[in-house]
């Protein structure tokens, strides 16, 4: 497995999907407009642009709603049980929408494609689905749509492939602030996560296309980049030369877009060099994701997390040595199969210990065709049901605590749409990550205004505005 050859898709190989494109474009049976339906991380919001700007280059108007598409496609999730019945839910609803209007096509594509069995099971079991591809086919749309536009059977693509494939069309969901793919894949099999199996082997893009994009993005006037990968913080392994994410990170600083973000960071390769460049960069955030999982060390053995509590604790301290105020966030698994109460306590008191802005929580999820899901002492679901309860109670009581010390200070917010609650309120996120609320109005969103944080409503800051001139708002906290 380790040996697996990194695919570079070719100029040649893009420009016969342009071709494909060309040809779809002038079918006369061709969809006219398109819904993309997306499940999962970050890495498939992203995919689901890449979909969309594919299917506006064959002319195509994307459908507000599902029901008002005559093409629709699922980009699928399946890290748990749950995101993967959510998505086949609500494939199998649009065969009744597909009474009412027969020319409607259904693609499925994503991780939950991508797993071993699951071409056969859409052929045989959800026989409506025209079309379905995997991860690493997703440059091929145009040519799988021909496919599927020149016959009356279902297409199905899954290839096992490490793809990488740049200059794909993108319709990007904002102005202000995009994604950026920086690696693909994953090669650290966690015992518990089927990622690995569905995205392939760790690649890399070249650091000169990933600054370019970057450059093209601030000339359009991007204020906010999010780069976006498995495991960002091993970024550069197996390109020429010494490429680090430390050393990306140092270019793309240079480069003067507003703001930073990256995700997700694996804590055993969160360098010194990594800490440092946060430290002292002007443009990358103060703020951290970096999954625990658990907190007990034999939990954690069993994870295949290479790392303990101590060492996990020791990068947290020396984050905040050298980024003052840091916002930190985190993932975090219950129920892992054997976790006694005891071990469930040590999570308990490293979300205590750290004192994390917010965590996502999960209750473990076995999944096939990873070494968890053979483990003995599964956890049964009452127990993880009410360990998850108290874990989110903790929680809870430790982001009050963490996120009171933004009261009375200055934030600098991106405002990404109106408040839910009122329409004089706008809400986005501050520099640390922590989202804030303050009085606006639409021709707000995609500006970067300057609060002070004046309370804490549930898990929000409260803002108001500090007037000053534009010219003299500050980009380092
Ligand atoms: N690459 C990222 C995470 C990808 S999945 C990272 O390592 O941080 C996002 C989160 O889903 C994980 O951090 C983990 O907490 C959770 N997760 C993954 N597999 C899971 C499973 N089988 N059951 C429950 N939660 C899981
Ligand atoms: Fe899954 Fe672990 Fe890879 Fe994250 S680092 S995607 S949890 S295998
Ligand atoms: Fe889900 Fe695939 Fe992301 S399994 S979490 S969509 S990488």
Not at 175 to 196: E, L, Q, R, W
Not at 267 to 275: A, G, Q, R, T, V
Not at 281 to 307: A, C, K, T, W
Request: one cysteine or more.
């Amino acid at each position: 497995m380790a040996d697996r050859k990194i695919i570079h898709i070719t100029r040649e190989q893009m420009a016969e999907q342009l071709h494909y494109a060309a040809m779809v474009s002038a079918m006369g049976n061709r969809p006219t407009s398109y819904h993309v339906v997306t499940y999962g991380c970050q890495m498939n919001a992203h995919d689901s642009e890449k979909l969309s700007g594919m299917l506006r280059d064959m002319g195509m108007t994307e459908a507000a709603d599902r029901t008002e598409a005559d093409f629709v496609i699922f980009n699928t999730c399946c890290v748990r049980d749950n995101a993967e019945r959510r998505a086949l839910g609500n494939v199998t609803w649009l065969k009744e929408v597909r009474k009412k209007n027969p020319r409607l096509i259904i693609a499925v594509c994503g991780c939950m494609i991508q797993q071993p069995g699951m071409a056969e099971k859409i052929l045989k079991q959800y026989r409506f689905v025209d079309l379905a591809f995997g991860t690493s086919n997703l440059y091929k749309l145009p040519e799988l749509l021909y496919r599927t536009l020149s016959s009356d059977r279902a297409v199905v693509v899954v290839e096992d492939e490490d793809t990488i494939a740049e200059e794909l069309p993108i319709k990007r969901l904002r102005k202000d602030a995009a994604y950026i793919t920086i690696m693909y894949g994953c090669n650290n099999f966690c015992s518990y996560c089927i990622v690995p199996y569905v995205r392939g082997r760790e690649r890399s893009r070249e650091m000169e296309a990933i600054l370019r994009e970057a450059r093209e993005l601030k000339a359009s006037g991007v204020k906010e980049i999010m780069l976006l990968g498995q495991n960002v913080n091993s970024y550069g392994k197996g390109l020429e030369g010494h490429v680090t994410f430390a050393g990306l990170l140092r270019a793309l600083d240079e480069i003067g877009i507003e703001r930073i973000r990256f995700m997700t960071s694996h804590p055993k390769d969160l360098s010194d060099e990594l800490i440092e460049v946060m430290g002292s960069s002007r443009h990358i955030l103060p703020q951290f994701h970096l999954p625990v999982q658990h907190g007990n060390d034999e939990i954690l053995r069993r994870m295949n997390r290479h790392y303990t509590r101590a060492q996990y604790l020791d990068k947290v301290r020396k984050l905040r040595q050298a980024v003052p105020g840091i916002g930190l966030t985190t993932d975090i698994i219950v129920g892992f199969p054997g976790e006694t109460e005891e071990q469930f306590q040590d999570t308990l008191s490293i979300v205590r210990e750290v004192g994390y802005d917010s965590a996502f929580t999960f209750i473990y999820s076995p999944r096939t065709g990873t070494v968890a899901a053979g483990m003995p002492d599964q956890v049964a679901e009452d127990v993880a049901t009410d360990r998850i309860q108290r874990l989110i109670a903790v929680q809870e009581e430790s982001q009050r605590k963490a996120m009171s010390r933004f009261i009375g200070m200055e934030e600098e917010v991106l405002v990404e749409g109106l408040s839910r609650r009122s329409s004089s309120e706008v809400s986005g996120h501050g520099r640390h990550g922590v989202s804030i609320t303050l009085p606006g109005t639409e021709s707000d969103i995609g500006s970067i205004i300057r609060v002070r944080v004046t309370a804490m409503k549930n898990n929000t800051l409260v803002g108001e505005r500090i007037d000053e001139p534009e010219e003299s708002i500050c980009v380092k906290s």
